[in-house]
């Protein structure tokens, strides 16, 4: 029995079509000096990546970016991200958090983050919100992280969950290292 290879013909055909038409061309027709995968980005709507195809170099440098805007150690930042999310700009919490510092979509909205998937929203909205607490509770980093986790309310009548402790130590523990390796 042969195999069907209508699938794999249209592939081809799809090539042969985007190179034809973005491909570069000498006199003697393509000069093959670009990559295929260039000349698909080029084939694409906007020719870039989405949000959740950026590599963690590029979502690092992000992080690091919105950090410096908000005066907030980098270190912070991205010791949130990693126990928050794991650097995943899909993640979804059982609670409905949201993106890479998981953020809850009544926080995402009143912080006008539009697509908390976006890490670029999710960053500078998650970061913005870090620096409010930060403020808030006048430069106490823990007392901010546990607000971040728990909620202000809960942390402001006192009422800390055992769960936000547990989260204030871990991110406390990777900030410190990460400091260190810095």
Known sequence: ????????????????????????????????????????????PRGERTPSERSLDDLRKLAAHR????????????????????WNPRAVSSKGARGLMQLMPGTANMLGVDDP?????????????LSDLTDKYNG???KALAAYNAGPG???????PASA?????????LYRRYREED
Not at 165 to 173: F, G, L, Q, S
């Open 1 to 44: 029995m042969r195999p069907d290879l209508t699938n794999m013909t249209r592939a081809l055909g799809r090539i042969d079509e985007i190179v034809r038409r973005y491909g570069p061309r000498t006199a003697e027709g393509f000069s093959g000096a670009e990559r295929f995968v260039d000349l698909l980005d080029k084939a694409s």
């Open 67 to 86: 950090a410096e805007a908000y005066n907030i150690d980098e270190e912070l930042i991205r010791a949130v991200i990693q126990v928050e999310s794991g």
């Open 117 to 129: 998937f976006d890490p670029e929203q999710n960053v500078e909205g998650g970061v913005k919100y």
């Open 140 to 142: 106490d980093v823990e």
């Open 154 to 160: 809960r942390i402001d009548s006192g009422r800390t």
């Open 165 to 173: 402790e547990r989260y204030v130590r871990n991110v406390m523990a």
